[in-house]
């Protein structure tokens, strides 16, 4: 496999990087950095999404025919690369990456053409209307249910763990359209607008402080049949396609790179016990090369992936795999980094994480938000399909057992 790059691809990587240099404004930066949730607050990321809207970059694993850049897989990389060691903003990449590929797949015309360009601009903010209250990781088992009344559905129930519902303006959602046979064969895939009377959002805190999860309830909310994507009842087929691109449709290696980095910083400037510097004591440096080993091989393996994907074949079982690796590896990079602080680790201090503040942390600025990050991060093995699920899904699809 050959790992070096393009003539072709060097010029888009140095063409990257002038545009980062040019529009990532200190403002935009120190916020991202700031954020300790896995996506920045949306005062900080829809100016950035505005920014890379118009220069037709938000959608940059879409095709030209649907408005995106029409990037190769490579070029897509270099992209998620460059915003990770620039520090750009996490953005809210459900439109793009989830509903957009399936409104393209599955959607119809009408549908296309309302919602796609609006993507493309970063003019919607997407949340995920999946799990419910005991029926997680047992998606097929969910009982929120749009009732046909003529051409409309009326939709009750509710939705958990729904991220950013507070600020989203729009849902995709699975609803039980079907008692008979089995679970999977009742439930469709539908459209909502988050403004629709009878919606109600209650925030979750989280442990680290944060508010980004929600519980949703659905009270006779009506929406159009228009809004369903694919067939009635047939919105496992639509979940089952979205949730490859959910788990393995981003690179993991670019922000696990970024984390090394910054590990590999703090702990040059944290002391060990003996009053050396943590990066030359013997057992914490073995962890952090135990821990570049593991990423290194995380990166050959997603390379790999990239030159099927160039062929047009989707992730597959891979994306279960990446998910997998990249969650685990990541809480790993947390813990480390936390250790490294020591006792400056354990001051509460959240308004010392709000852009602008002029708060004097506890500790070295560059620990303000390690913390809350481990803490929040302790849900990317549950989210998006927990750990022992894509642990099936790979010995089931990849295995055979």
Partial sequence: MDLQLSAEDQEFQADVQAFLAENLSDEIRQGSACSTTIRT??????????????????????????????????????????????GTPSMNTMGMRMVGPV????????????????????????????????????LASLQTRAESDGDDYII??????????????????????ATEGKHQEGISFVLIDMDTPGIKVEPILMMSGDHELNQVFFDDVRIPKSRRVGEENDGWTVAKYLLEFERGGVSYTPSLNAGLLSARR??????????????????????LCELEVLVTAAEYT??????????????????????????????????????SLAYYATPYQPETRVPGNNVEPIGPDYGVTTTAIYLNNRASTIYAGSSEVQRSIIAKRVLNL
């Fill in 266 to 287: 703090m702990a040059e400037q944290e002391r060990d016990g003996d009053g050396g510097r943590l990066i030359d004591d013997p057992a914490f440096a073995n962890q």
């Fill in 156 to 177: 009750n129930g509710t939705k958990i763990w729904t991220t950013g519902a507070h600020y989203a303006n729009r849902m995709f959602c699975l609803v039980r359209t």
């Fill in 103 to 138: 409104i393209q797949k599955f959607g119809t015309k009408e549908q296309k053409e309302f919602f796609l360009p609006r993507i493309v601009k970063d003019e919607d903010s997407w949340c995920q209307g999946y799990s419910e209250p005991g029926s997680g990781s047992d």
């Fill in 302 to 339: 997603e390379k790999r992936v990239m030159s099927a994907l160039s062929q047009g074949q989707n992730p597959g079982p891979a994306s279960s795999m990446f998910k997998l690796r990249g969650s685990e590896i990541g809480q790993r990079l947390n813990e480390l980094k936390v250790r």
């Fill in 41 to 86: 607050e949306p005062t900080i990321a829809r100016p950035w999404g505005k920014i890379i809207g118009e220069k037709g970059w938000m959608t940059y694993n879409w095709s030209k025919e649907y408005g995106g850049p029409g990037w190769d897989v490579v070029k897509r990389y270099i992209w998620e690369l460059e915003c990770a060691k620039a």
